[in-house]
């Protein structure tokens, strides 16, 4: 079967630390991220949560973001894993088959991931970006 990008509404990247030295990392690098993007910040998750198998937050960004935060966090992730995925309707397959890793690849536990959203009757959630990043250096 073959999938359109259309089918893309956004994205998100999860940034997971481990301890608190990678925690003050990962913190460095949320500051980086919202001070440079128009992205939405996800509350800090201490404890694995969901499909995720160890502490992290997310950052929610929109399609035209892509092609500059990605290369970015490529250079810029401080040695912490990043997985990158889109939200289309299939969150299972999103998380499972389509995510792009940035350093390790981490199992993440799917069996909580919907198959299709619009099968139950629901929608992807709105993005509300910072609407003022300060830095525009990237």
Same mark, same amino acid.
């Given at each position: ?45 201490d404890q694995p949560v969901g499909p995720h ?10 399609? &035209? ?9 490529? #250079?810029? @992730?401080?040695?912490?894993? $990043? /997985?990158?995925h889109p939200n289309t309707d299939r969150p ?16 993440? &536990? ?9 099968? #139950?009757? @629901?929608?992807?959630?709105? $993005? /509300? ?10």
């Open positions: 079967m073959t999938e359109t990008i259309r089918t893309i509404e956004s994205y998100h990247a999860h940034v997971y630390f481990d301890g608190p030295e990678a925690r003050e990392r990962a913190a460095i690098l949320r500051e980086a991220i919202g001070a440079r993007f128009r992205v939405q910040m996800g509350r800090w998750r198998p160890m502490a992290m937050y997310q950052v929610a960004f929109e399609k &035209d973001l892509f092609s500059t935060l990605v290369p970015w966090l490529m #250079l810029n @992730r401080q040695g912490l894993t $990043i /997985v990158v299972k397959d999103d998380h499972l088959k389509h995510a792009l890793w940035l350093g390790a690849v981490l199992p993440l &536990d799917g069996s909580m991931l919907e198959t299709s959203l619009a099968a #139950l009757g @629901r929608a992807q959630d709105e $993005i /509300v970006p910072n609407t003022a990043p300060t830095l525009m250096d990237i």
